[in-house]
C-alpha cells in the first residue's frame, strides 16, 4: 500500500496488529504450483507480488465498489435483480 499509495502521516505498517494465535491455527501457509505446472503444463501469468500489487491498485482505483460493500447497499441491487 504505502508503495502504490503513500500516506502522508506515515507508513500503513502502523496500523498493523498482530493478535495471539489461535490453538490450530496454521503458522506458515505457503503454495507450490509445481504439481499443477508438471501435470497440467498450467503457469500463473503473474508472480504472487505482481497479483497482489495488481489486487491493492484495483481496490484502490475502484472506491466506490468498495463502499457499496461496506455500506451493504449492494444488497438492494441483489434483491432487485436475484429475488423471486
Not at 504472487?48 to 482505483?61: I, K
Request: glycine share 6%.
Amino acid at each position: 500500500m504505502d508503495e502504490i499509495s503513500p500516506r502522508k502521516a506515515g507508513s500503513r505498517r502502523d496500523l498493523i496488529s498482530f493478535v495471539k494465535d489461535r490453538p490450530g491455527h496454521d503458522l506458515r501457509y505457503a503454495m507450490d504450483a509445481r504439481k499443477i505446472e508438471r501435470d497440467l503444463g498450467w503457469r500463473p501469468k503473474a508472480t504472487f507480488e505482481n497479483g497482489l500489487r495488481n489486487t491493492v491498485r484495483w481496490y484502490l482505483e475502484n472506491e466506490d465498489w468498495v463502499q457499496d460493500v461496506i455500506s451493504g447497499s449492494y444488497r438492494q441491487w441483489i434483491a432487485t435483480h436475484y429475488s423471486e
